[in-house]
């Protein structure tokens, strides 16, 4: 993900994945089955898809995403140009896709680990990290964001692409 496509096409893509998403998950019943019976879907309605490697982040460091847009921002200025981003200074991608788990020295974010009431008028708002998070200060992990806890060391690119 993110895939964009016309309506027509992806009509057609979501009935037929939904035909093979059971029988795909009977034969791999582990994770990415449903996405692997996209990709037959797809292939299946002869349907090709082209990759654009910078729309999205995800996992830092791995490749086939936008992290090389998000490194060309000079550290230093790489959480306070997150919060107020313009793309005629740097193009970044469009699209965060929260799957993975993000740390930084006691600053830790993970799906699994996000209140699930977080969109209630009555939760309190994330906590704001510093403004030079990412700048090669914050080396080091406290692993599920415990102060007490050892911790790990992370490079300065690392840093970056997880502030």
Same mark, same amino acid.
């Given at each position: 993900?993110?895939?964009?496509?016309?309506? #027509?096409?992806?009509?057609?893509? *979501?009935? %037929?994945?939904?035909?093979?998403?059971?029988?795909?998950?009977?034969?791999?019943?582990?994770?990415?089955?449903?996405?692997? *019976? @996209?990709?037959?879907?797809?292939?299946?309605? #002869?349907?090709?898809?082209?990759?654009?490697?910078?729309?999205?982040?995800?996992?830092?460091?791995?490749?086939?995403?936008?992290?090389?847009?998000?490194?060309?921002?000079?550290?230093?200025?790489?959480?306070?140009?997150?919060?107020?981003?313009?793309?005629? !200074? @740097?193009?970044?991608?469009?699209?965060?896709?929260?799957?993975?788990?993000? *740390?930084?020295?006691?600053?830790?974010?993970? !799906?699994?680990?996000?209140?699930?009431?977080?969109? %209630?008028?009555?939760?309190?708002?994330?906590?704001?990290?510093?403004?030079?998070?990412?700048?090669?200060? @914050?080396?080091?992990? @406290?692993?599920?964001? !415990?102060?007490?806890? !050892?911790?790990?060391?992370?490079?300065?690119?690392?840093?970056?692409?997880?502030?």
């Amino acid at each position: 993900p993110p895939y964009l496509a016309v309506a #027509s096409d992806m009509h057609a893509i *979501a009935v %037929t994945w939904s035909d093979f998403a059971p029988r795909v998950h009977r034969q791999y019943p582990h994770l990415l089955a449903e996405m692997y *019976a @996209y990709c037959i879907a797809a292939a299946h309605l #002869s349907l090709p898809h082209m990759m654009i490697d910078s729309l999205m982040v995800s996992s830092a460091g791995v490749g086939g995403e936008g992290w090389p847009l998000v490194n060309s921002i000079p550290s230093e200025e790489v959480c306070a140009f997150a919060q107020h981003p313009d793309n005629e !200074k @740097y193009p970044v991608p469009n699209v965060m896709h929260y799957c993975q788990r993000y *740390a930084v020295d006691k600053y830790f974010w993970g !799906k699994r680990k996000t209140p699930h009431d977080i969109f %209630t008028c009555d939760h309190p708002l994330l906590v704001d990290v510093p403004s030079d998070l990412g700048s090669g200060n @914050y080396l080091r992990v @406290y692993p599920n964001s !415990k102060p007490n806890a !050892k911790p790990r060391e992370i490079d300065a690119k690392r840093e970056k692409q997880d502030a």
